[in-house]
């Protein structure tokens, strides 16, 4: 490559430097482009694990919103549920007062 015969006596001295510069430089180029083809591959794979995160991310939100609403539910059931004993509580002790209310008279009786 030192001699190539189509320039003149001055320039094909040169000309064997600068071909073998420009071979390095495309073997240099070639070298990016492959790495761009890798960049680019990862970074659509990055994107389809980034849109499967938001999906998942989703996903999990509207779990939250779901456990939100049952908690919600469970604390009206709860609230219910103690209204509920609160009444039949009085009712029952009611009941068992007016079974062991002793008259006056009863009392007087038992005295004597």
């Known amino acids: ?12 001295a040169g000309i064997g430097s600068i ?9 240099r180029q070639d ?14 794979i990055n994107k389809l694990d980034m849109d499967n995160i938001k999906k998942e ?16 539910m469970l604390g009206k059931m709860d609230d219910t549920f103690r ?11 009611g009941r068992n007062v007016e079974k062991q209310t002793i008259g006056f008279n009863d009392i007087v009786k038992q005295q004597l």
């Open 83 to 93: 209204e509920t004993l609160d009444s039949r509580l009085a009712v029952e002790v």
């Open 19 to 27: 071909l073998k510069s420009v071979t390095k430089l495309e073997a």
């Open 57 to 72: 991310l989703q996903n999990v939100s509207s779990r939250l919103s779901e456990l939100d609403r049952f908690k919600e």
């Open 31 to 44: 070298a990016c482009e492959q790495n761009f083809r890798i960049l680019d591959a990862n970074v659509s």
């Open 1 to 12: 490559m030192e001699n190539l015969h189509w320039y003149c006596d001055t320039c094909n």
